[in-house]
């Protein structure tokens, strides 16, 4: 019959923890504190069966795992600049004069040095538009009304 004692769980979490410092996904380090905890409950109730053992170690894993996840989304990610690395969002309430005209819904727009593929109602060129969204990299545009 295979059994575990702390030391097994120790040593887990040891190998787990050495693995973090090479994958820096956080996710060994999670199961690392789950073997920890498991261990330690171990210590303390003596008798916990291999099954009951495993459980912990799994349930012990999801909850630090999704703590940390929540965790990060939440209050760890913010920026100051959001669309720092999405160029087409920033682009959005920009105005910008048709080079092409827009035929069948599809037109090519120079905006910044780029090509842009946009969408919108035909319109021929010269006119002034605005791009009111982004669809994956293809730019949604309007005519710009004046105020």
């Not at 693995?19 to 060994?28: D, H, I, Q, V």
């Not at 703590?67 to 990060?72: D, P, Q």
Request: contains cysteine.
């Amino acid at each position: 019959m295979i059994t575990l004692t702390l030391w097994h769980w120790l040593a887990l979490a040891a190998l787990l923890g050495v693995g973090e410092l090479f994958t820096f996904t956080s996710y060994m380090l999670c199961m690392a504190l789950a073997a920890l905890i498991t261990g330690l409950t171990l210590a303390a109730l003596p008798m916990l069966s291999l099954a009951a053992q495993g459980i912990l170690f799994a349930v012990a894993t999801l909850i630090i795992a999704g703590s940390w996840v929540y965790y990060t989304k939440h209050f760890f990610n913010k920026s100051d600049k959001p669309l720092l690395n999405n160029r087409a969002e920033q682009l959005v309430g920009r105005l910008f004069t048709l080079e092409t005209p827009i035929v069948n819904g599809v037109g090519k727009a120079l905006i910044d040095g780029i090509i842009w593929k946009i969408t919108g109602i035909d319109t021929p060129a010269g006119v002034q538009m605005k791009i009111t969204g982004v669809k994956g990299f293809i730019l949604l545009v309007e005519v710009a009304t004046e105020n």
